[in-house]
């Protein structure tokens, strides 16, 4: 007691700054007591979860598989599928359980394809979880719209087409890529179709997913390019661009030689690109003539299309550009020079003052 | 003692491992599931199985370093078939080149792993 009133003296005779930082330790002591307790909670809460959620894994797993191999011969769907059918629909309407059973089914279909692929479909249908995932369009949040999409893509609901097409110009980047995989996914080259009034920019990574997907399927027939690369949205004319590349559309050649006087730089240098994959000789003089006023990176591509094409014909431009102040075109001209006539190459390695020819020179002999 | 042909099956997917597994004992194997590649060794170790099935992406240990250790270091010489994802082009030749026999790639058929694994085991 003493001691107390000791302590309680000493404490108010304190400066007030020392009495301060007393003060403020004592909450801090109280705060960090608090948050140990809330954390323990949280483990053992999370925990709890976990063991919960490993459970119903363990029980969908085993009733997943029992679904697959319960079928007969006879009927589309047993009677034993039937029960089990009927006992998931109970727990689909939980959100957890049906969350659970969204990642089981979602790990076997990625990896098995077909008849259980196709049993594990109709299950999806069966058990009505379909219907949660199209309830997930109508949300008002973009990431539940975007993994409804992504929901009824992997599971091959071809059905709601018509709702998805609508979002394939939603206002978020993510909404629209779902809905464009999804389309590419479950209609191949038709699903393309959203690129005919496409405004929005197609992103990179978006060409890449759809150009994967597209190549995953047997079915190579794929429809009119033209009107893409006459598109006025220019990530759907780079898109189409690598169409034309990847399934070799040469027959739109005269559209490709349209687009080497396109507004846009990456576009005529990625048509040069394509250009130069078919080897096309016809765009050269073109290509020539509008050398000196084409950027630094379409002069580069022109030259490499002329690694592959140039001949005698074409000596003249190429001696033009032998002292390039670009490196990459002065060692392409080089190269070509001396692949059409040694001759010429070997005046110029003599008469040349520019020591970074003399080098280049000494380089391609070399190797 | 069992005389059914043992087969472990290295796989990180407890869904596909447990399908698989109906599948293959109705076929009249025994099937030792490893849900990583360290299990794999460890039951190929203690069980020496006539077949291995393995994912060739795994944690801890890949199925890469599952068919080295059974090739280079347990010098067993049991037919094994590897799974792999799209895009996992390059580990299936490294797969090869380490003593795989075969292949799937995901998505794949069950049926037609249980003709493939009787292929193997009828040699």
């Known amino acids: ?55 119903y894994q363990k029980e969908y797993e085993e009733n997943l598989i029992n679904y697959l191999y319960a079928g007969d011969n006879e009927n589309e769907i047993s009677e034993a599928q039937r029960v089990l059918i009927n006992k998931m629909k109970i727990c689909v309407a939980d959100k957890f359980k049906r969350k659970i059973l969204i990642s089981v089914m979602s790990k076997l279909i990625n990896d098995i394809s077909g008849e259980m692929a196709h049993s594990i479909q109709k299950f999806y249908f069966e058990t009505g979880l379909v219907n949660y995932a199209l309830y997930k369009l109508k949300g008002r949040k973009w990431d539940v719209i975007a993994s409804g999409i992504k929901e009824l893509t992997q599971f091959e609901v071809k059905e709601a087409h018509n709702e998805i097409i609508k979002y394939v110009k939603h206002p ?21 179709v959203f690129l005919d009034k496409l405004k929005t920019s197609l992103s990179e990574w978006a060409q890449i997913q759809l150009l994967e997907i597209l190549q995953k399927f047997d079915n190579q027939e794929i429809p009119n390019i033209r009107p893409w690369l006459q598109s006025k949205n220019n990530s759907v004319v780079q898109f189409s661009l690598k169409l034309v590349k990847i399934y070799n559309q040469f027959d739109v050649r005269d559209i490709l030689l349209e687009l080497l006087s396109h507004e846009n730089k990456e576009i005529r240098v990625d048509t040069i690109q394509v250009l130069n994959y078919f080897q096309d000789t016809e ?44 490196f990459k075109i002065k060692l392409a001209a080089l190269k070509i020079l001396k692949a059409i006539n040694l001759e010429i190459f070997n005046e110029v390695k003599l008469e040349t003052t520019d020591l970074q020819v003399v080098e280049i020179v000494k380089f391609i002999e070399a190797n | 003692m069992s005389s059914k042909k043992k087969i472990v099956l290295a796989e990180d997917n407890s869904t596909l491992s447990l399908l698989l597994k109906f599948r293959l004992e109705k076929e009249g194997y025994e099937i030792l599931i490893a849900e990583d590649g360290k299990k794999a060794i460890e039951l190929i170790e203690a069980h020496s199985p006539h077949l291995i099935l393995s994912d060739i992406m795994m944690p ?8 080295s250790h059974v090739r280079n270091k347990l010098k ?23 003593g795989a026999n075969d292949f799937m790639g995901k998505p794949f058929s069950p049926n037609e792993l249980v003709i493939r694994v009787k292929r193997l085991l009828s040699f």
Request: proline fraction near 1%; hydrophobic fraction near 50%; charge should be negative.
């Open chain 1, 172 to 192: 978020n980047l993510e909404v629209r890529n779902e809905a464009q995989l999804y389309l590419v996914s479950l209609f191949q080259f038709k699903g393309l």
């Open chain 2, 60 to 67: 801890y240990i890949s199925g890469l370093e599952v068919i």
């Open chain 2, 76 to 98: 067993m010489q049991i037919p094994i078939i590897v799974f792999s994802a799209a895009g996992q082009e390059e580990m299936v030749l490294k797969a090869f080149n380490l």
């Open chain 1, 1 to 55: 007691m003493i001691d107390l009133q000791y302590y309680t003296e000493y404490f108010w005779e304190l400066p007030i700054l020392i009495k301060v930082v007393w003060l403020i330790s004592g909450v801090l002591f109280v705060v960090i007591l608090a948050l140990i307790a809330y954390l323990k909670f949280l483990r053992s809460h999370l925990r709890e979860n976990e063991k919960t959620l490993k459970k």
């Open chain 1, 283 to 326: 765009c050269k003089h073109f290509l020539k003539t509008k050398f000196n006023t084409s950027s630094e990176e379409e002069q580069i591509e022109f030259f490499r299309l002329l690694e592959i094409t140039a001949d005698t014909d074409d000596e003249v431009f190429i001696l033009e550009n032998v002292a390039h102040t670009n």
